[in-house]
């Protein structure tokens, strides 16, 4: 009796500690869809997932391949089929291990959404509790399709929804029983019987699934044999590539900390452009690929964005496949010199001009010498200068004279939100910031307004809506006045003649480049008439690079990716035009060449496209109301953020 008694109070114990999960969670569970631009489906963290859609919409013919292959008698019978777990049982002794399951659709249902993959024989009862759980307050058809829609068959796509799109190029309730056949039978291998990978394989399996249903009574052996005869072949959809899930990623995390987690479908628009992003892989993979060994620099981050904080493009690596940590977005980084632009700009708040004298000379603050890069120095210059040439002494000097408490303020009027430290050292970026918060105070200088929050999210849809909500940018701004013009000039000379010059481009270019002690992190922010970009390179592990500066890597693939981006870039967003007094400052160069504190490569120049003349461009009406909320189809027209008259959208 003792024993009993026992038995049944760890039993009762053992059940008190399982979660059972919430009936929303099963029937309105928060899905969110991402999409591109131009309307492409976007993948989170590798994975691609539609919306829902009942298991009485689909295909009969998708449930009876399902249901012959996985669970037959899933109508006839409850949520724990124990004469198959029996079954289970004794061929894992058998093996000595877990080697079978025996599992019903509720109980797969229940290991997918809320337990993992794991086998022990705790989990499997605890799998068996809940399911009952679900069979007893659920009806079947609710439970079928929400393993229908949750179920992952291979190559990211979870549920049949996301694989009809992805394999097919198709909606789930156009799928022909060939088709649901192959999708079936994936569930039990999604990856061994991939048709994208291995076809055999995937029809193979397929016909096992056609067997199935022959045996199940849900098709004749003519109706199998001319299925069989005619084997699905995939035509796979046009999803953006894997390399946009660290965008994908970083706009799926701010959805999900903004919508309810029992909100249904939620479908989100974005501000990526395809065809930036996929420049922006190619052109950081292969520049890696090309000077990576050689220069002992294994990573790479890019953003691309609009004056206003759309952000465009953002590659956070290397490759996402090896690697989804998004050093655009996660990794904080020093930014050397690149952070000058807050010493010059709390300069020019404090009455300064780039006109000004500076010595540029040794310094020594408690026994802290910076020294300018090659230890070389150049007497009284200016402050256009010092800034062009980014002289370390010249430009500590000067915010000693500010005040690094000014400095600060600087940064925080560009919002900038990194952690700053007040000290002397600051001057010259010792603090750590990621590139999308750099790049962004860099696009205030741009738009002439401050601060530029980055957002990536144009619009949003709940599962009862008809209409997308728009959801771009937004928050107080205020103006930059004169100093904007300024910045821009000193940012256009470093370009001109300065450590930059690798960045140079065709036309209007302006930017900063930086580089971290013992060249660990190298950086070029800058921008031409359309587009703020951002590039960092370096190595996780913070080794040092050979002879790395933001004048070298990163200017040259800032260059590559603004002369390949060309028209697109112009048509992705308003095509502002640069203040008027910008560029008509002299930008000669009494030391050239001089010896500044970074160096500067200038490879060959090639032409950037010229742009194309909004009078030519078709007026594509989806992706103009993707990229500017105020787009008016009637006559292809768009209100700039800045003012002004409207605008033709040339996309």
Same mark, same amino acid.
């Given at each position: 009796?003792?024993?009993?008694?026992?038995?049944?109070?760890?039993?009762?114990?053992?059940?008190?500690?399982?979660?059972?999960?919430?009936?929303?969670?099963?029937?309105?569970?928060?899905?969110?869809?991402?999409?591109?631009?131009?309307?492409?489906?976007?993948?989170?963290?590798?994975?691609?997932?539609?919306?829902?859609?009942? !298991?009485?919409?689909?295909?009969?013919?998708?449930?009876?391949?399902?249901?012959?292959?996985?669970?037959?008698?899933?109508?006839?019978?409850?949520?724990?089929?124990?004469?198959?777990?029996?079954?289970?049982?004794?061929?894992?002794?058998?093996?000595?291990?877990?080697?079978?399951?025996?599992?019903?659709?509720?109980?797969?249902?229940?290991?997918?959404?809320?337990?993992?993959?794991?086998?022990?024989?705790?989990?499997?009862?605890?799998?068996?509790?809940?399911?009952?759980?679900?069979?007893?307050?659920?009806?079947?058809?609710?439970?079928?399709?929400?393993?229908?829609?949750?179920?992952?068959?291979?190559?990211?796509?979870?549920?049949?929804?996301?694989?009809?799109?992805?394999?097919?190029?198709?909606?789930?309730?156009?799928?022909?029983?060939?088709?649901?056949?192959?999708? !079936?039978?994936?569930?039990?291998?999604?990856?061994?019987?991939?048709?994208?990978?291995?076809?055999?394989?995937?029809?193979?399996?397929?016909?096992?699934?056609?067997?199935?249903?022959?045996?199940?009574?849900?098709?004749?052996?003519?109706?199998?044999?001319?299925?069989?005869?005619?084997?699905?072949?995939?035509?796979?959809?046009?999803?953006?590539?894997?390399?946009? *899930?660290?965008?994908?990623?970083?706009?799926?995390?701010?959805?999900?900390?903004?919508?309810?987690?029992?909100?249904?479908?939620?479908?989100?628009?974005?501000?990526?452009?395809?065809?930036?992003?996929?420049?922006?892989?190619?052109?950081?993979?292969?520049?890696?690929?090309?000077?990576?060994?050689?220069?002992?620099?294994?990573?790479?981050?890019?953003?691309?964005?609009?004056?206003?904080?759309?952000?465009? !493009?953002?590659?956070? *690596?290397?490759?996402?496949?090896?690697?989804?940590?998004?050093?655009?977005?996660?990794?904080?980084?020093?930014?050397?010199?690149?952070?000058?632009?807050?010493?010059?700009?709390?300069?020019?708040?404090? *009455?300064?001009?780039?006109?000004?004298?500076?010595?540029?000379?040794?310094?020594?603050?408690?026994?802290?010498?910076?020294?300018?890069?090659?230890?070389?120095?150049?007497?009284?210059?200016?402050?256009?200068?010092?800034?062009?040439?980014?002289?370390?002494?010249?430009?500590?000097?000067?915010?000693?004279?500010?005040?690094?408490?000014?400095?600060?303020?600087?940064?925080?009027?560009?919002?900038?939100?990194?952690?700053?430290?007040?000290?002397?050292?600051?001057?010259?970026?010792?603090?750590?910031?990621?590139?999308?918060?750099?790049?962004?105070?860099?696009?205030?200088?741009?738009?002439?307004?401050?601060?530029?929050?980055?957002?990536?999210?144009?619009?949003?849809?709940?599962?009862?809506?008809?209409?997308?909500?728009?959801?771009?940018?937004?928050?107080?701004?205020?103006?930059?006045?004169?100093?904007?013009?300024?910045?821009?000039?000193?940012?256009?000379?470093?370009?001109?003649?300065?450590?930059?010059?690798?960045?140079?481009?065709?036309?209007?270019?302006?930017?900063?480049?930086?580089?971290?002690?013992?060249?660990?992190?190298?950086?070029?922010?800058?921008?031409?008439?359309?587009?703020?970009?951002?590039?960092?390179?370096?190595?996780?592990?913070?080794?040092?690079?050979?002879?790395?500066?933001?004048?070298?890597?990163?200017?040259?693939?800032?260059?590559?990716?603004?002369?390949?981006?060309?028209?697109?870039?112009?048509?992705?967003?308003?095509?502002?035009?640069?203040?008027?007094?910008?560029?008509?400052?002299?930008?000669?160069?009494?030391?050239?060449?001089?010896?500044?504190?970074?160096?500067?490569?200038?490879?060959?120049?090639?032409? !950037?496209?010229?742009?194309?003349?909004?009078?030519?461009?078709?007026?594509?009406?989806?992706?103009?109301?993707?990229?500017?909320?105020?787009?008016?189809?009637?006559?292809?027209?768009?209100?700039?953020?800045?003012?002004?008259?409207?605008?033709?959208?040339?996309?």
């Amino acid at each position: 009796m003792v024993v009993i008694v026992g038995l049944a109070g760890s039993v009762a114990w053992f059940l008190a500690t399982i979660r059972f999960p919430t009936l929303d969670e099963i029937t309105s569970p928060r899905v969110i869809v991402l999409t591109s631009a131009d309307g492409h489906a976007l993948r989170h963290a590798g994975e691609l997932r539609l919306a829902p859609v009942a !298991a009485k919409d689909m295909p009969p013919g998708l449930v009876d391949a399902v249901l012959s292959i996985e669970d037959r008698r899933f109508y006839q019978r409850g949520a724990v089929d124990f004469l198959s777990m029996l079954r289970a049982l004794r061929q894992n002794l058998d093996a000595g291990k877990i080697v079978a399951g025996g599992s019903t659709i509720t109980q797969q249902l229940v290991k997918t959404n809320f337990l993992g993959r794991q086998r022990t024989y705790q989990r499997k009862i605890r799998e068996a509790a809940i399911a009952i759980w679900l069979e007893r307050h659920l009806t079947k058809d609710q439970i079928l399709t929400s393993y229908l829609n949750s179920v992952y068959l291979g190559s990211g796509a979870t549920g049949f929804p996301a694989a009809a799109k992805l394999y097919f190029n198709k909606s789930v309730a156009d799928l022909s029983l060939p088709e649901a056949a192959m999708l !079936a039978g994936m569930i039990n291998a999604p990856e061994q019987n991939d048709p994208l990978h291995d076809l055999d394989a995937a029809r193979k399996r397929a016909a096992i699934v056609l067997d199935a249903m022959v045996a199940n009574g849900k098709l004749t052996e003519d109706q199998a044999l001319v299925a069989k005869l005619h084997p699905a072949s995939p035509n796979p959809a046009n999803i953006t590539p894997a390399s946009n *899930g660290w965008f994908g990623d970083w706009v799926y995390e701010k959805a999900l900390s903004a919508t309810p987690a029992r909100a249904g479908t939620i479908q989100i628009r974005t501000t990526l452009d395809p065809q930036l992003q996929q420049k922006a892989v190619e052109i950081v993979k292969s520049t890696l690929a090309h000077y990576g060994a050689e220069k002992h620099a294994s990573e790479a981050a890019l953003v691309a964005m609009r004056p206003d904080g759309a952000v465009l !493009a953002m590659v956070g *690596g290397r490759n996402y496949a090896n690697s989804s940590y998004n050093r655009a977005v996660q990794a904080k980084r020093q930014p050397g010199s690149a952070f000058k632009l807050f010493d010059y700009y709390a300069a020019l708040r404090q *009455g300064y001009t780039p006109e000004n004298a500076i010595l540029d000379a040794p310094v020594d603050i408690h026994g802290w010498q910076p020294g300018n890069y090659g230890h070389r120095h150049h007497g009284v210059v200016t402050l256009a200068e010092a800034f062009a040439e980014s002289l370390n002494d010249a430009t500590v000097r000067l915010s000693q004279q500010v005040g690094i408490d000014q400095v600060i303020a600087a940064a925080r009027d560009l919002g900038l939100r990194a952690r700053l430290g007040n000290n002397p050292s600051l001057a010259l970026g010792t603090s750590e910031v990621t590139l999308l918060d750099l790049t962004s105070a860099y696009a205030a200088v741009r738009a002439g307004k401050a601060p530029v929050t980055p957002w990536g999210i144009s619009g949003i849809k709940m599962q009862d809506q008809q209409n997308y909500i728009s959801a771009g940018g937004g928050g107080s701004q205020h103006s930059l006045g004169q100093y904007q013009t300024e910045l821009i000039n000193l940012m256009q000379g470093v370009v001109d003649h300065g450590t930059g010059r690798a960045a140079k481009l065709q036309g209007f270019a302006a930017g900063k480049t930086g580089t971290a002690q013992d060249y660990r992190d190298a950086w070029f922010i800058g921008f031409n008439d359309s587009l703020i970009v951002g590039v960092w390179v370096g190595n996780d592990d913070h080794s040092p690079m050979k002879r790395v500066t933001g004048g070298s890597l990163p200017a040259m693939i800032w260059k590559a990716f603004m002369e390949q981006a060309g028209p697109t870039a112009q048509a992705s967003g308003p095509a502002t035009s640069v203040p008027t007094t910008v560029g008509l400052a002299p930008t000669t160069n009494p030391r050239e060449p001089a010896s500044s504190n970074e160096a500067s490569v200038s490879p060959g120049q090639n032409p !950037a496209p010229p742009p194309q003349e909004a009078q030519n461009a078709q007026c594509n009406i989806p992706a103009c109301e993707a990229f500017y909320h105020s787009f008016r189809a009637s006559d292809c027209t768009y209100q700039p953020y800045w003012g002004g008259p409207r605008q033709y959208c040339a996309r």
